[in-house]
């Protein structure tokens, strides 16, 4: 197989053995298994701080993908029975971002596409970079650490709803979100 991709991304991860002949159960990372699903190659690495009894394959092919009520099974070459298959517990599987099916319309982004853009307010003015994102159920919200704090505390970093009536006018291409957002609003209750 080939090696792992320099732009590989965690995806999911092994959660345990399905049945007796080599099945996986697989926890995706997302609400959305497309990246998955969209791949037949996964490549694998330990989780932080899980001790591994053995080594794990640099990297597996994905031979059927289904789903199995809340969660997802797969069948890899190789993994022939649930002892395999128990081994594989833990794993993080990791595909190419490039890999990735393209998004619905131009005001879809993957949230790993997001992260570490800059954001600007409608004036130019620096609000900080994206660190992270929320779910919240009905929509999304930006973590931006503020300019010169690599990772800011809760109460220095800025929460922006990923809205469009706070404008996020997203350019991948010059990696910025712009924003009508003013900083006293962070405050507000």
């Keep these: 197989m080939s090696p792992k991709p320099a732009d590989a991304l965690a995806v999911g991860r092994v959660t345990g ?3 007796v002949k080599g099945w996986i159960k697989v926890q995706p990372f997302s609400l959305h298994a497309d990246a ?9 690495s330990a989780s932080a701080g899980a001790p591994r009894l053995q080594p794990l394959p640099e990297s597996v092919k994905v031979l059927q993908l289904r789903e199995q009520g809340d969660a997802l099974v797969a069948q890899l070459e190789g993994v022939n029975d649930r002892n395999a298959a ?3 517990q833990g794993a993080t599987l990791n595909v190419s971002r490039a890999s990735f099916p ?10 790993v596409d997001l992260i570490g853009l800059d954001v600007v307010d409608r004036q130019g003015k620096a609000l900080g970079q994206v660190v992270d ?10 973590r931006i650490a503020p300019p010169g704090i690599a990772r800011p505390s809760p109460a220095q970093e800025v929460l922006i709803p990923f809205l469009s009536q706070y ?14 957002w003013d900083e006293s609003w962070q405050d507000a209750e």
Aim: charged content about 20%; some cysteine; aromatic content about 14%.
């Design 17 to 19: 053995a399905y049945g």
């Design 36 to 44: 998955l699903f969209a791949n037949t190659t996964w490549w694998l």
């Design 86 to 88: 128990e081994a594989l």
């Design 102 to 111: 393209q998004t619905d319309g131009d005001d879809e982004f993957y949230w």
């Design 133 to 142: 994102l929320i779910d919240t159920g009905p929509h999304c919200v930006l």
């Design 167 to 180: 404008g996020c006018d997203v350019d991948l291409a010059a990696r910025r979100i712009s924003v009508d």
